[in-house]
């Protein structure tokens, strides 16, 4: 369990704000540091790529960087996260050897993709 934690880390955090104590308690268990420069990007969408760097922060997944995604380049930023939720089973891509890294996750995608990650 991952309590809240309203440490005003990122400049563009809003100390109290909705999700300011849930952005601090991912940061804490090293589950994100950010987007860069001291800031977190919350009104920023999640690219799929960064989506599946978190799950496997939070799942603690050894990285998997095996190239089976046509469109992930090996030894990228999120490479290692990307193969690490195709071996758990949490993706298998959106199509044709794909993982479309820079697409936006949409809200039926993070239910999907959470169901696949807490289902033993």
Partial sequence: ELAPVDDGRFADVVPGSTHA???GAIADAGITAGCGD???CPGED???????SFLAAALELAPVDDGR???VVPGSTHAGSIGAIADAGITAGCGSERFCPDAA???AQMASFLRNALTP
């Fill in 21 to 23: 104590g849930s952005i």
């Fill in 38 to 40: 001291g800031d977190f």
């Fill in 46 to 52: 999640v690219r799929r790529a960064q989506m599946a």
């Fill in 69 to 71: 995604f046509a469109d």
């Fill in 105 to 107: 996750v949409t809200r």
